[in-house]
């Protein structure tokens, strides 16, 4: 049997809409977050204040963390392909619970204390979609892809990642379209003002309802064909499935070369699971370290509140410069797919790191000295788009590549969680960072923030120097022996 390329990228093509739909999850708030705090700020029994609403905007994180916890043992267990299958059951019941959090149990358009807390656990339960997919999805493509294209492959999933933040931010302009965004302004503490009620009305009522309702219908395609895509020769392999495991190395690498791979396999997978700690604790710093520094650098304060902060720096209609920024994200993740394989993983993070640092530190001098809205733009262009073809990709690579492959299940959850306990930090924190004055209007928070980011860029570029391995090339069992040494 020769190999079979349309197989290979057919699977892999499927595996990435958990990566679309990762996205599309975690940035569809960008768009949805104005509506949703004038609506509940119309609650009568409760005051819906800057804090509360910073937690609703992050509470799909607190399921991210959930998720991506869960997700070593759901891959263990359950195998790769089920837990996949979850992820797009527990995406789609979230897509139609936050369209309509008032089902069964509350009056239509009755803004309430409890009717948040519903809201937020939709939101959670999605969150909890986006951990495991995460966390799986660079795996399964990982132990599916021949060692020579894994990286571009698993790249790929990265690729998804932001077109579907490119594809909800596009999706949310088209459902605001004519209709204005809530103008909301604090009068005094705890007071929140709607500044444009009755032209915001639709905004308010049921535009932030439209657009978490639009992720439904990816969530059910995802969930679908994942059930017609094969098991990882890995996974089946260690599970004593190895008829089945031969059949798909056979399909994608050619009989010739799947018998040995799946030698490999299992020489390395003698038993099922061996200890955590097994290869020593500095694998697992690095994977939990790869993923803190990914969030530390402060992309997500960008990706979650891009038209906020577009709209900060003076900037006409930020919503269309948030869909000009997901363009230069797609991009320049291109670049890192075409690139990966050439120039290796250390590199492109080390590069990236110190284009961030330029970026963020180049937003914070802007504010300071009080430069132009479009040279702020323009640096937060540069942060984004070095993020993109470097921590963005490569991260997720690397975390699906540097764990041995009796352990991996278990790395990847504690990495992946600890890069969702560091997203949730750098989310919560932004705005009340971001907003910080001494002086009324002197824009410290706008410098300080962003500043902050550009010290992480530049410590995230030292670690990957001193302590990540380079991965080009390497099958996932030279990382066994790698780490054994």
Same mark, same amino acid.
């Given at each position: 049997m020769k190999p079979n390329k349309l197989y290979l990228y057919s699977i892999v093509l499927v595996a990435v809409l958990g990566g679309l739909l990762f996205g599309y999850d975690t940035a569809v708030i960008s768009g949805a977050e104005k509506g949703l705090q004038a609506f509940f700020i119309g609650a009568t029994d409760f005051v819906y204040t800057d804090a509360i609403h910073g937690i609703t905007c992050s509470s799909a994180l607190i399921g991210c963390i959930i998720?991506?916890?869960?997700? &070593?043992?759901?891959?263990?267990? +359950?195998?790769?392909?089920? *837990? !996949?299958?979850?992820?797009?059951?527990?995406?789609?019941?979230?897509?139609?619970?936050?369209?309509?959090?008032?089902?069964?149990?509350f009056n239509y358009g009755e803004p309430t204390f409890s009717l +948040?807390?519903?809201? $937020?656990l939709y939101r959670i339960l999605g969150g909890v979609?986006?951990?495991i997919?995460?966390?799986?999805?660079?795996?399964?493509?990982?132990?599916? %892809?021949?060692? $020579? @294209?894994?990286? *571009?492959?698993?790249?790929? $999933?990265?690729?998804a990642i932001i077109f579907g933040q490119l594809a909800v931010y596009f999706i949310n302009l088209q459902i605001l379209g004519d209709h204005p965004i809530p103008v909301i302004k604090e009068i005094s503490e705890d007071v929140y003002k709607i500044l444009n009620p009755g032209a915001a009305l639709w905004s308010i009522e049921v535009g932030w309802r439209y657009m978490f309702h639009s992720e439904g219908l990816p969530a059910a395609m995802f969930m679908i064909l994942m059930c017609l895509v094969p098991e990882t020769p890995r996974y089946l392999a260690m599970n004593g499935e190895d008829a089945k495991a031969l059949n798909v190395l056979s399909r994608i690498n050619g009989s010739d070369k799947a018998e040995k791979i799946l030698n490999e396999i299992k020489n390395t997978a003698v038993v099922k699971t061996e200890p955590l700690i097994a290869y020593g604790w500095l694998v697992i710093f690095v994977g939990i370290m790869l993923s803190v520094f990914q969030q530390f650098v402060g992309i997500n304060a960008v990706l979650y509140f891009a038209p906020r902060i577009f709209a900060s720096c003076g900037l006409e209609n930020p919503m269309m410069i948030t869909v000009l920024m997901g363009v230069v994200n797609i991009l320049f993740t291109l670049v890192a797919i075409f690139t990966v394989e050439k120039l290796g993983r250390k590199p492109l +993070? @080390?590069?990236?790191?110190?284009?961030?640092?330029?970026? %963020? #530190? &180049?937003?914070?001098?802007?504010?300071?000295?009080?430069?132009?809205?479009?040279?702020a733009a323009g640096c937060i262009m540069i942060y984004s788009a070095s993020f993109m073809f470097s921590w963005g990709? #490569?991260?997720?690579?690397? @975390?699906s590549e540097i764990f041995p492959n009796t352990i991996r299940g278990a790395a990847v959850a504690i990495a992946v969680a600890f890069?969702? @306990?560091?997203?949730?930090?750098?989310?919560? *924190?932004?705005v009340p960072m971001y907003n910080m004055e001494f002086a009324e209007g002197d824009g410290f928070g706008h410098v300080?923030?962003?500043? !902050?980011? &550009?010290?992480?860029c530049i410590l995230a570029a030292l670690f990957v120097w001193k302590l990540v391995p380079e991965t080009k090339g390497k099958t996932l069992e030279d990382m066994t022996r790698l780490w054994r040494k």
């Open positions: 998720g991506s916890a869960l997700s &070593g043992m759901l891959a263990s267990n +359950l195998g790769r392909k089920k *837990t !996949l299958v979850l992820a797009g059951v527990l995406f789609f019941l979230s897509a139609l619970g936050s369209y309509m959090p008032e089902f069964l149990f +948040l807390i519903v809201f $937020n979609g986006v951990g997919a995460s966390a799986v999805c660079p795996m399964y493509i990982a132990e599916i %892809a021949p060692s $020579n @294209i894994r990286g *571009t492959l698993v790249s790929w $999933n990265q690729f +993070l @080390i590069y990236g790191s110190v284009g961030m640092a330029v970026g %963020a #530190i &180049g937003f914070a001098f802007v504010n300071l000295v009080a430069l132009p809205p479009m040279i990709p #490569i991260c997720w690579v690397l @975390i890069q969702w @306990i560091a997203n949730f930090i750098v989310s919560s *924190t932004f300080f923030v962003y500043a !902050l980011y &550009g010290v992480f």
